[in-house]
Structures are given as C-alpha cells and as structure tokens.
C-alpha cells in the first residue's frame, strides 16, 4: 500500500511538471515539453523571472486543486501559460522576497479565476479560445498595483541578463531580441535559442514568425522614417505571435493563410503603436494586447463568414494539423449527407454529378441507376416494350431514415423512347431525412409505390419500383437531395455508403462515376462484434521487431468526446465504426509505440468479406519515414496540398485475413492481418525495408470488460 501510495504521488508530480513545461511551450503555440523544457531554461538565466513563473503557476494549480479542478487545470495549456506569463512579468520587474511572493500567489491565483471565467465567456457567447487576455490583464494590475507598493523591490536596480551578447545586422538582432521578449528575455541569445528551438519543432511557425516580423517592421521603418528604431522596439513581438497564431495555428496552413497572417501583422502596427501611445503615460508597456486584440477579431470574421480553412482541431503543431487535415480530406471527403443505394443486386451510373444530358446547373448534384447486361446493353430483345428493360419494376428501397413527406404515383409510365416534358420526376417519393436533408428519388412505376406522407420509414423500406414516369425515355432509378421541400429546388451534394463498384472493389463512402457497376453493401454482424472493442477490454500481444520478442499491453479507452481509442501508455489510436466499416481514425503521442503498426495495417476494413475484396485508404505521414523527412515534406505541403501522398491498398485473402501494400516515394511496406475468431486482432504483420514488426495475440490472454473477463483472447464469457 505505501508503496502504491508513493507511486500515485510520483506520478502527480510527473503529471504536474509535465503540464507546467508544456505551459512554456504553448506560449508558442506548440505542445512538446521538451521544447518547454528549453524555454524554461531561457527562463532561468533571470532566475528570479524563472522561479516566479513557475511559483505562480503552483499557486494557481493548488488553488484549482483547492476547487476540484485539477484535471481540467493540467489538460489545458492556457490555465496554466497565463499564470506563468503573469508570473515571469512579476519576477522581471520585481526582485523576489517575502511581500514579492505573497503578490506573486494572489496573482496566481486571480489569473487562474480570470482565466477559467473569460474561458467560459468566450467560448458559449463568441465561440473564441481566451489566449492571453488574462496575462494581458493581470500583467496591468501587476504594474498598475506596483505603484502603490514602495516596499517591493524593483529588479531593473539589479543585473538581470548576460552582459554577453551577439553582433548582428540590426534586423536580425531586433528579431531575435523580440522572439526572446516573448519570454520576458529580451536579449539576443534568448531570442536565438527560441528561435533554432521552435525551427526543430516546427518549420511552419518559424517561417511565419519571420514574415510576420518582417512585412509589419518595414511598415513601420516607412511610416517613422527610421529602421533602426523600427528594429529595436521589442514590442514588434506581438506581429510574430500574430502571424503564427493566424497563419499556422488557427488557419489550415496554405499560401492562403500565409497572406492572411501577413495582413494581420499589417494591421497590427497602428494598434501596436497607438496602444504604446495610451499606455506609456502610465508607464506601462504593451504587453500581448495587439496579438489578443488583432488575432481575435481575425478569427471571429473569419469564422462569422465561413471561412472554410479555420482549424477546427489544434493538434500541437501547425505540421501535425495539416498532415490530419490532409488525411482526413482524402479519406473522409464526404460528411454529413450519406444515404445507401436504394436497390439490391448491381446496377449501373447512367447519368452522375455533373451529367451530360439532365444534371447541369442548380440540379447538378444527382444520380441515375439502370441495369444492363454483359454487353452493356439496358434491355433484352428490340428494346421496344419497357418489360424488355432489367431495371422495370424491380424494387425501390428506401436509402434513409426519415418521414415520407411527398408522393405522387398517378402518373403513367412513358414508352421507350418517350418523355414527360411537364412532369420532370414523374411519379416520386421525398423523404425527410433525420439529419434535416429532402432525399428525392424519380420516375417509379405508376401505382407501385407503397408508402404514403406521414409515413415513418427505415432505410430498406420498400418503396415502390422502378418505372420510366416523367422526363424519362427508359426505366431507371434517379436519386437526389436537396434542402428545401419544394420539388424543383436546386440539389447538394451527397454521397452513398457503403458500396461495391465493378464487383471487387469496397468503397465506404463516394459517388460512383458513369459507367461504373454498383451494389450496395450489407454488414456482416459477426464482422461487426469482432471488431465492436468495448472500453476497458484489455489486449496482450506478442511482438516480434528485429528478432527481438517484447510484450504488448492495449487497453480501450473512451475520450471526453465519446470517441474510442486503444492505448499503450505512451499513445493512443483512436477507433470507430461508420458506414458498415471499421476505421482507425487518427494515431497520437510516441512515434514509437507499435499502435502505429495497426493503423498501417487495418487503417479501415469493411464490414463485409469476400476473397479477391479489396480497398484503398490514405495514411497520414506521421505514420512513416524518419523526422527529417516528415519536417520537409510537411512544411513544402503548407505551400502545396497535393505534394504528397500515402497510399495503401488492401485485399481480402481469405477467411479474416487480408494483406496490404503502402507506396509513398521509393518506399514500399506490406501488411497482413488476422481479425480475432472473437474480439480484436489476431495477427498483425507490417514488412519494411528494414525487417518485420509482428504483433501476435497471446492465447492464454483473458479480455475484461468492466471486471469480467473471458479466456482465450475472446469473451466468451462476457
């Protein structure tokens, strides 16, 4: 038990330093407590700047401990950045002693508050993150307060900094003294120490910090007429954080965004200077109040006119954000409106997005089935009597849930080669969709249709068949959504999920082009459980890497957002199912934990099986190739959306085993994996140019679920 109890307190402290060196690092936008730890350091060089920082912060997390705030005060960088920016403004003006720390816990403790409630303010009525405005704000009564405090002992009367110091052309000495400024350090080597840090972190910040600094100096040098007092105003800090914060963390980055923060520094300079002007009668400096004030009004314009480049997951550096971004783009490019195909068996795109004949302008976005033979052909015979036609009265099933909210099925049905000019959809049924969407589907079978308005219907629900009513000179099946109830409003966007396209290929979700031969997918629910990890079951395996064999340990996990993840202790992979597939959403934390062999090897895999079934998905760089490959190909990307690209194809081989290959450059890797008779995987084996990484299960494993467990890797007893 004291043993226990001694390992829970060391683990509190890890967790807490760990949280107090990301805290520096996020004050740069980045999440790596090795680079907090380098900016700490920088800090120490003034160690009664550095030592007041980091007792400002302890007094702000005893006192969220105090409130039972613990865990949201360490899992947020801003609860704990802003006490410390507050506390190292303290520690530069004040020499530290008895009255300094007293004034230095209380103004932990009111940033913290301030903190905690502006978060809360601007996130429910302004949809805005709270950055530094309660640094900005403690920092001014800090000053404010000091005038009225003769007995606190004000630290310019003492040497702060090295008297050393680089000789350097005075734009790049004025840039680095301003990146050091930001951490109160505002001397050259500081500065250079900063900058070569967050170079090796991310090139991404680096080169907005310098255009940042750039473009708004210059302005500056034009409208004072001197460079040199542009250059040595350390304030110029506040167009680096400007231009990182708008180019690289909360806009995708792109040339695109790289203008936008150029434009925001542009436009930082006149708050910059007229902020100075107001303040230097108080004798107060600017502090972060341009960068709060410039990056928060750029935000909320952007995000009040959809701006569709705003970031809408931070995941630690502006590199790591455009790699999901990209990923997810090329393996989710359709959200939000998916219906499945509304027929069995394998029918035929007639007519798809964009067609040539019908689907032009507002009523671009829809599909048309019919069903042809071997030769291509739509009908048998000479094709003049529409029960010639395969699609003719075969059934139409419905593609959603939702409320039938139209019908017509009085119309009759044309003769081959005939159309209904007045009546384009002829007889149809629309559907309101849950998800607040109108799914039209045209031109059935007068008299077939066997749902009325008002009726409730599941996706499958026998609709109707497939007719040639309305502009349609043969039977055929068309299908499309569209947002507003009146017929004839313009169509959206939409996507089918899941299908198979020319007999071997699974597409979990997309539009198939004309031509392409289809049929809808159909789960198989032992798929499903074997794939359905709870949380808390556990998963031991065998790895074999380089010869050498280690144990594995996962665990599933739940997220606060409910998403479900499996987890080494050094990372975490998260997990789902959707649109009858199995997907390995995102992998996060140690590059080298072995989850990283799973997403290369099951990144997605239908929830339907047959030998000679195959697939294809895009892997996310993160995954392959060493860093300084990652930091180069990431950072041309920003300039570049398609410069790379990671591609892995998949194919069943039989029974639960399928194998994979993954190209990126000259780089080649193979994959095979076993899904479990029971739960999990069974066998995992990733094959590099270096050697193989194999993971297997281990038979006398037992998985537990919420205390009860089953034996021999399943849950039989579950």
């Known amino acids: 038990m004291l043993v226990w109890k001694l390992k829970m307190s060391q683990d509190k402290v890890k967790g807490f330093f760990r949280a107090f060196l990301k805290s520096y690092a996020g004050i740069f936008f980045i999440s790596s407590p090795v680079f907090g730890a380098v900016l700490f350091l920088v800090s120490l060089v003034n160690f009664n700047m550095g030592f007041a920082g980091f ?51 209380s103004l932990g403790i009111l940033t913290f508050l301030m903190t905690y409630s502006l978060t809360a303010i601007f996130s429910y009525y302004l949809k805005l993150p709270v950055l530094s405005i309660p ?19 004000v630290t310019s009367l003492y040497p702060h900094y090295p008297e050393w110091d680089f000789r350097l052309p005075l734009f790049f000495k004025g840039f680095f003294d301003a990146m050091g400024t930001i951490l109160f350090s505002p001397y050259t080597a500081a500065g250079l120490i900063i900058f070569l840090a967050l170079i090796f972190y991310s090139r991404i910040l680096a080169f907005l910090a310098a255009i940042g600094y750039a473009g708004a100096t210059f302005v500056t040098a034009l409208m004072t007429g001197s460079f040199e007092k542009a250059f040595s105003d350390i304030s110029a800090f506040n167009y680096i954080l400007i231009a990182m914060a708008v180019g690289g963390v909360f806009l995708i980055p792109s040339p695109r965004s790289y203008l936008m923060a150029f434009i925001a520094s542009l436009i930082a300079v006149p708050v910059v200077e007229s902020t100075k002007t107001f303040w230097q009668h108080f004798g107060i400096p600017v502090f972060a109040l341009p960068f709060n004030t410039v990056t928060l009004l750029m935000i909320y314009t952007l995000g009040l006119v959809g701006y569709e480049s705003l970031t809408k997951f931070y995941r630690g550096t502006p590199e790591k954000t455009l790699d999901y971004f990209l990923t997810v783009l090329k393996r989710f490019p359709f959200a939000g409106r998916e219906i499945s195909l509304p027929f069995t068996g394998t029918w035929t795109v007639w007519q798809s997005f964009h067609g040539k004949w019908t689907h032009k302008g507002i009523w671009q976005y829809a599909v048309d089935f019919v069903i042809t033979d071997d030769e291509g052909k739509t009908f048998s015979g000479d ?25 017509v099925s009085n119309l009759p049905d044309n003769s081959p080669g005939k159309a209904d000019r007045e009546n384009n959809l002829g007889n149809y049924v ?23 308005p008002g009726d409730w219907v599941e996706k499958g629900t026998l609709l109707g068949q497939c007719g040639n009513s309305g502009y349609s000179p043969q039977p055929h099946i068309h299908v499309h959504v569209q947002l507003l109830p009146e017929i004839g409003a313009p169509t959206v966007p939409f996507s089918f999920a899941p299908f198979i396209k020319e007999g071997k290929i699974f597409v979990d979700n997309g539009v198939p082009r004309e031509g392409e031969k289809v049929s809808p997918v159909f789960p198989d629910r032992g798929l499903h459980e074997r794939l359905n990890m709870l949380i808390d079951m556990i998963f031991e395996y065998d790895v074999i890497d380089g010869g050498r064999k280690k144990d594995l340990k996962l665990v599933v996990k739940m997220a606060p957002d409910g998403t479900f993840y499996l987890t080494d202790e050094k990372a975490k992979l998260y997990f789902g199912i959707n649109h009858g597939t199995f997907y390995c959403y995102n992998f996060e934390g140690d590059g080298s934990s072995y989850l990283k062999y799973i997403f290369l090897a099951a990144p997605r895999i239908p929830l339907y099986f047959e030998k000679g079934l195959e697939w294809k998905d895009y892997l996310p760089i993160e995954l392959i190739g060493n860093r300084l490959i990652k930091a180069v190909f990431r950072f041309l990307a920003s300039f570049n959306h398609n410069f790379y690209e990671i591609k892995g194809r ?17 780089l080649k890797m193979f994959t095979e994996t076993k899904i479990d008779e029971v739960v999990g995987f069974e066998f ?35």
């Open 650 to 666: 998949y194919e069943v081989v039989g029974g639960l085993s399928f194998k994979g290959e993954i190209n990126f450059l000259k």
């Open 55 to 105: 007792l400002c912060v302890l007094s702000a997390y005893l006192f969220a401990r105090l409130l039972g705030l613990k865990e949201t005060f360490l899992g947020l960088d801003f609860y704990i950045y802003n006490p410390l920016l507050v506390g190292l403004a303290i520690g530069y003006l004040f020499k530290l002693g008895p009255l300094t720390l007293i004034f230095i816990v």
């Open 383 to 407: 094709g003049s009597s529409l029960s010639d036609y395969y699609a003719f009265q075969k059934p139409i099933l419905s593609p959603v849930r939702g409320r039938v909210v139209k019908v």
């Open 135 to 153: 640094f900005v704000i403690g920092s001014f009564i800090v000053y404010l307060a000091s005038l009225r405090y003769s007995n606190l002992f």
């Open 430 to 452: 629309q559907i309101l969709d849950e998800r607040g969407f109108y799914v039209v589907i045209g031109h059935m079978k007068k008299d077939s249709l066997k749902v009325k």
């Open 684 to 718: 995992i084996k990733v094959t590099t140019k270096s050697g193989d990484v194999i993971l297997r299960r281990k038979r006398n494993e037992k998985v537990f679920v919420n205390g009860v467990g089953g034996s021999g890797g399943g849950m039989s007893d579950v």
